[in-house]
């Protein structure tokens, strides 16, 4: 799987990292930066509320770049897939 060069932080979980302590919330960022770059899992067993976090914040990033190497995938094959009306438009204009 190509790993993309970024992840998505999605606003809707901003008022359970707002719960979290400063201090928390940097461990968190760290997890999650060393997760979507290496896919290291981290030892969450200190801290239940940092688990939680983590794991659902995780598994959608894991969904993303799922869907990120569907498309990677699907764009290596080229062009549009058969029977798609845009391709018969362009053949009609040649």
């Known amino acids: ?3 993309p060069k970024a992840f998505c932080c999605y606003l809707d979980n901003i008022d359970v990292v707002n719960m979290l302590s400063d201090e ?3 461990r968190l960022w760290k997890r999650l930066y060393s997760f979507a770059n290496y896919g290291e899992l981290p030892d969450n067993s200190g801290d239940t509320g940092l688990a939680i ?3 659902l914040m995780s598994s959608q990033m894991k969904r993303d770049f799922e869907k990120y190497s569907k498309r990677i995938e699907n764009a290596s094959k080229g062009g549009a897939p058969k029977g798609n009306k845009n391709a018969e438009k362009n053949k009609k204009d040649d």
């Open 1 to 3: 799987m190509k790993k």
């Open 24 to 26: 928390q919330a940097g």
């Open 53 to 55: 976090l983590f794991n």
